[in-house]
């Protein structure tokens, strides 16, 4: 890469330094309005429920992370994730398989599957939105077919609900029984920032979000590490349909559908920009807790679904026109 690519990330990368300690901050109001408002937010069980639905749309989040880091979108993450638990399930109740071939097949599929997008995107030069709202609804369709529609149950997989709901932690700490779920998300998250800051793979997805063809004028093979980034984010997404299976203790085929908005709201909260270039894991995981913390709130206080709706849609009008500000004054 060029000195002026190298110098453009590190510019765009410092930006969103103050986006990620205001995210900190509005978690931490919301944390103590809500601790406010009910006594029942607090409690165990509940702490516990906001974890697990971070857990998941926090994996996503991660997985969107990187492809929105590149200037690209996923619009299939929440259809994908449905679509490797149904495998999981095939592969574990309907084969009969063994809980690791199950958890191989997730993760492989996922990883296939945005291989494909990946590469419909690099290759054949079909915009990202295009591709994986293309993706998206084959996907969707798959898994009704494959199902049968039916939801697909574990009952008869020994140790596949501990994915989710068990707590590895909790048997040494009695007191902290945090969800296996979280613990995933949690190393996953180290993982991806550890690929993103330490790796050619990391520098070159900055670099793709900063200027392409600045990049790919240096020499560097753009569309390969544009489909490798499609491929890990499938993946991650694998293991996204593996703590929801786990969580329900079932396939729901008709799942999954609106999960990719809560993920880019999740993104977008956590200083990663739509213009590519920008973008911590950290920010996102951030985001997703916002996300959770703010649901949670919302059905705690007895707020009516539709306008828990209204409140998501204008978050995610919000962060993005909090980073279109932002991409002014950088």
Request: charged share 10%; glycine share 12%; hydrophobic share 55%.
């Amino acid at each position: 890469m060029t000195l002026t690519v190298q110098n453009e990330i590190k510019k765009k990368a410092s930006s969103g330094v103050h986006q990620k300690l205001l995210a900190s901050a509005s978690l931490i109001v919301m944390l103590i309005f809500f601790s406010l408002a009910s006594d029942k937010f607090l409690q165990t069980s509940n702490l516990i429920g906001i974890l697990q639905a971070t857990s998941v749309n926090g994996v996503l989040a991660v997985a969107v992370t990187m492809v929105i880091i590149t200037g690209g979108i996923d619009l299939s993450v929440g259809t994908l994730m449905t679509f490797t638990a149904v495998i999981a399930g095939v592969v574990l109740t309907y084969l009969g398989m063994p809980l690791p071939l199950g958890i191989v097949a997730a993760i492989g599929t996922g990883a296939l599957c945005g291989f494909v997008s990946g590469t419909l995107i690099a290759r054949m030069k079909i915009p990202p939105f295009i591709a994986t709202l293309g993706m998206m609804l084959i996907l969707k369709g798959l898994s009704l077919v494959i199902s049968g529609t039916k939801p697909i149950y574990f009952n008869g997989t020994p140790g596949f609900s501990q994915i989710s709901t068990g707590s590895l932690i909790g048997t040494v700490v009695p007191f902290l029984p945090i969800p296996n779920g979280v613990l995933v998300l949690f190393v996953l998250a180290v993982f991806v920032a550890f690929v993103l800051n330490r790796t050619a793979l990391g520098r070159y997805t900055f670099a793709l979000g900063s200027n392409e063809e600045a990049a790919r004028l240096s020499g560097v093979n753009t569309d390969f590490w544009k489909v490798c980034v499609y491929s890990l984010s499938g993946g991650i997404c694998g293991i996204a349909g593996l703590i929801i299976a786990s969580r329900l203790n079932s396939a729901q085929p008709a799942l999954g559908l609106g999960y990719e908005l809560d993920a880019i709201a999740a993104v977008v909260i956590g200083g990663t920009s739509l213009a590519g270039g920008r973008g911590s894991v950290l920010g996102t995981i951030i985001g997703a807790f916002i996300m959770s913390v703010l649901l949670n709130g919302l059905r705690i206080l007895s707020v009516a679904q539709e306008w828990q709706t209204v409140v998501t849609g204008l978050i995610i009008i919000l962060a993005v026109y909090a980073d279109m500000v932002r991409r002014q004054r950088v």
